[in-house]
């Protein structure tokens, strides 16, 4: 009896332990849930990577007379990493990395549009703009204080986030005010930085992106190493964001109809209208027509001989006329009444600030 009742005694003692134990893992289970936090850890130790290749400048509108101002010449995007370390806030109270970026020492904005800043070139001027994770994007303003842009869930799982910036060269003025001649854009003009920031906030205090400003010296410094860092470029280096390219020629051209054929009728001659070696049937001219050409640009028009021989190219400056027709005679190209020019990489150049007609002469020799 005694032992039965002992047994009934084990028995229940070892029921009521794993019931404990039961317990305690549900309670350890319940708890678990708030590992969701360490996605919204404290960023440490940031450090904004400026130097990865970036999409290096493409052309986007074509610079001539009839381009407005406002357009986008060029364009390039590049990203900037940032690296972080999390660490468990206090109290479990969630932070976010805030992404931030402004323009400083500016001067007076351009009135079109404040965030394009000027560039050594008078009339071209440069504009940052971060391709948000919501699908916004904000241009990098004129502002003191950085101006939050985007932000990012910290994950201590990784340990690094890109700012997609979009780099663009905007024409600031009619096409007939830039400076003469091909422009090469090199740096930002005078004193104007560039500072990115990378700042650990906490989660909610930023509530408009694109407007909110962000007093970075009232913000708490400890622990040592919260994430309240800074990068500041000008010059060449503002520029040349991401190491995708510092120097952009904006080149001034003209808009021309490509493979049009000018048919120049020359008329009929026999051989007694040529007395002798280099003379000439009278010119007939023609004109061909360059369009919305740019304030400074020199067009270059080159001959091609369509009907070349090897005997033919001791002169370069005489056209052959089609095989099977007269021999000895050919046709040479003439701007005015003296300037001949060779079919072989000679060209003829003018300029003009809004559209252009070259005439020119041909005649039978």
Known sequence: MVSSIHSLSLHIRRRHRALMVSAIAALLGA?????????????????????????????????????????????????????????????????????????????????????????????????VILDARDGAARAVPLSESPVALDRRVTDPAIDSTAMNFIQELVLAVPPNQLPSGEQTVTRVAGSATLQIYAIDMLKGLISSLGNDRINVGSLPTTPTGICRKRLALSGMEALNLGGGGGVVPIPNKCLVEAYKTVRVPLGKYGVQDFPSVNSTSPARSFAISLSQCAAAAKPEITFTD???????????????????????????????????????????????THDAALAWHSGQM
């Not at 440490?44 to 990577?49: A, K, T, V």
């Not at 001791?314 to 005015?336: H, Q, S, Y």
């Open 31 to 127: 708890g678990s849930s708030s590992a969701t936090w360490a996605r919204d850890e404290m960023a440490m130790n940031c450090q904004i990577m400026d130097g990865a290749a970036g999409a290096g400048w493409q052309p986007v509108e074509p610079l001539t007379s009839a381009t407005l101002p406002g357009a986008v010449l060029f364009r390039s995007s590049t990203p900037i990493t940032v690296k972080y370390g999390v660490r468990p806030a206090p109290s479990l109270v969630p932070h976010e990395l805030i992404l931030a970026a402004s323009w400083l020492g500016v001067g007076y904005p351009w009135t079109m549009d404040p965030a394009a800043v000027p560039t050594d070139v008078e009339g071209i001027r440069y504009r």
């Open 306 to 352: 369509k009907y070349k021989s090897v005997a033919s190219q001791a002169d370069p400056t005489v056209l052959n006329l089609a095989p099977g027709g007269a021999r000895g005679l050919g046709i040479i190209m003439l701007k005015g009444q003296t300037e001949v020019y060779a079919s072989t990489g000679g060209a003829g150049r003018g300029q003009s």
